[in-house]
């Protein structure tokens, strides 16, 4: 069956993590603004690209009400703020990241720290392909390269260390239902990712450490 391209959104779960995909919209929305926290206003003032404004409003306004329904509360009072590395967190006891690209986001959560990726499938490769764990995984799972790229990233988003996280990363093994081990440095516990069926004209992944 051919995929629904006017959806504005998607849900499902993979590997225990809940996901939400959203299509964003053309502009902000005083509804969405309301809902961030001063923090947040303030930083959204300060970026000087409109589209980047739009899609950081519209974004932490639609992790904020997910994580305000998983968690049942106000969505305005989730306290949200950044790590040591820049990774937003939030203290109560529910993981959580967001990616946003091509004007749409991908969000998950759940019990285990989460890294997802998303991407417009028709963007430009050749930089990622210089990229030696992005070109092992594609030739080790037989996948384009934008999806080995989004299992790549989302799971440097779940170790949450940047770039220093990407030189380490090597591939353990790979399974036949999609699902890919990666080993990093000074790293114990089990690092998975697999991809994830988001609407048509994207890209996604999800990762968890165990
Ligand atoms: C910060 C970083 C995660 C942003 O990635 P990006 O591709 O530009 O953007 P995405 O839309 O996927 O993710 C951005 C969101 O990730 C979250 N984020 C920020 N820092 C993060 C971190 N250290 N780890 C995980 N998530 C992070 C934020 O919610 C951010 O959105 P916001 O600023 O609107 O709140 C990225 O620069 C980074 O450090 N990546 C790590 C690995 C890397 O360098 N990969 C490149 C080659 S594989």
Redesign the pocket.
Known sequence: MAADTTTDRWRGRALDVELRWFRLPKEISPADLDVLSAEERTRSADFKAARRRL??VA??ARLRRSLGEALRVAPSTIAIS?DD????QHSGGVEF?????AGAVLIGWGDRPV?V??EAATRATQH?GR?RI?ADVRDAMSIELIAA?TL??AT??AL????A??RGLRIGSVAASGEIRFTSPGIERPIRAIAVAVPEGYVAAVAVLD
């Open positions: 899609e950081y974004s932490r950044p590395f820049g990774k937003p990241n967001l990616s946003h690209s890294g990726d998303l990622i990229l992005v790229f790549v990233e440097t988003k949450g260390r940047g770039l996280a990407v």
